[in-house]
């Protein structure tokens, strides 16, 4: 009878269907499905983290997140124009991440979005040890990069302006339409306007500052500043156009006795323009 009984258990365990290797490895896999939030270009749809928000950035600039970048607060506020979906990445100041599917929607049932902990996807990867560490280098690089193109983007879209800083040259105008700050950087929303009847082939446009030397002889000192980022500088305005780029600076202060020159010069010509740009503008910036 102890035979039977072991002979039948063996053959009960030996067509129980076990899973395969590859569904335990799916198992295994913890995957994310996207929640999707809705936003419209009349109201404003506020997110709340459970941490500071560090960084925000969507996938197109039909969708609009904006956060304060100076101090860090807990909530965003997402507004959205006509086009298709995209989606939306946020990191908060604990290296929590958080994304989205974000889709425009004429009418809202929701405008408020209390986010949980327990939505982060995951969180950023610590440098551990020296031989990640020329990688994760790169990798800031990379992400600082990106978040340069995006918000030079999005400032491209907006209507701001920091007043009329406007010089022209023989059909050629250079005008500074803004200057933001963000995080450490200056951002120079910058146009140029073709009115003339000949192509304008751009040599270089350089913003320097300018020290006036006290003392008997009064001499003036130019102290070139490299950007750390353009976006969508062009080589060639041809004739009628107009371009409108964004220079990326290292933030900086003017004292009254100093001032920011830009120089506008034309390759193999004489279309030349000089901008003073007072303190007063890189002081108090949007």
């Known amino acids: 009878m102890r035979a039977k009984i072991i002979i039948l258990a063996i053959m009960i365990s030996t067509f129980v269907p076990r899973p395969c290797s590859a569904q335990a490895t799916a198992n295994a896999q913890k995957t994310y499905l996207?929640?999707?939030?809705?936003?419209?270009?009349?109201?404003?749809?506020a997110l709340f983290f459970p941490e500071p928000i560090r960084q925000g950035i969507t996938g197109s600039d039909n969708f609009v997140f904006t956060y304060n970048r100076e101090k860090e607060q807990y909530f965003g506020l997402?507004?959205?124009?006509?086009?298709?979906?995209s989606n939306l990445l946020v990191v908060n100041r604990n290296g929590s991440i958080f994304?989205?599917?974000?889709?425009?929607k004429k009418q809202l049932s929701k405008l408020n979005y209390f986010i949980p902990a327990s939505n982060s996807i995951g969180n950023e990867r610590p440098i551990v040890t020296?031989?990640?560490?020329?990688?994760?280098?790169?990798?800031r690089v990379d992400n600082r990069t990106y978040y340069y193109q995006k918000f030079c983007s999005y400032l491209l879209n907006r209507k701001q302006r920091i007043g009329r800083i406007k010089k022209r040259s023989e059909g050629i105008v250079l005008?500074?339409?803004?200057?933001v700050f963000d995080k450490e950087e200056l951002y120079f929303v910058i146009r140029?306007?073709?009115?003339?009847?000949l192509d304008y082939d751009l040599n270089f446009?350089?913003?320097s500052i300018e020290t006036r030397q006290k003392g008997k002889r009064k001499s003036l000192q130019r102290l070139y500043q490299e950007p750390i980022y353009k976006h969508n500088l062009a080589s060639k305005i041809v004739e009628g156009q107009t371009v409108r780029f964004v220079y990326v600076l290292p933030k900086f202060s003017l004292s009254n006795d100093r001032r920011a020159i830009l120089e506008l010069n034309e390759k193999d010509g004489e279309r030349n323009i000089e901008m003073k740009l007072s303190h007063r503008y890189i002081n108090n910036p949007n």
Request: proline letters at 2%; glycine letters at 2%.
């Open 78 to 85: 997402l507004q959205a124009k006509p086009g298709k979906e």
């Open 130 to 139: 020296d031989s990640i560490l020329a990688e994760s280098s790169e990798e």
């Open 205 to 207: 446009l350089n913003l």
């Open 175 to 179: 005008n500074v339409e803004n200057i």
């Open 34 to 45: 996207l929640d999707t939030i809705y936003a419209n270009d009349t109201k404003n749809v």
């Open 99 to 104: 994304s989205y599917i974000v889709r425009y």
């Open 192 to 197: 140029i306007e073709n009115n003339s009847t």
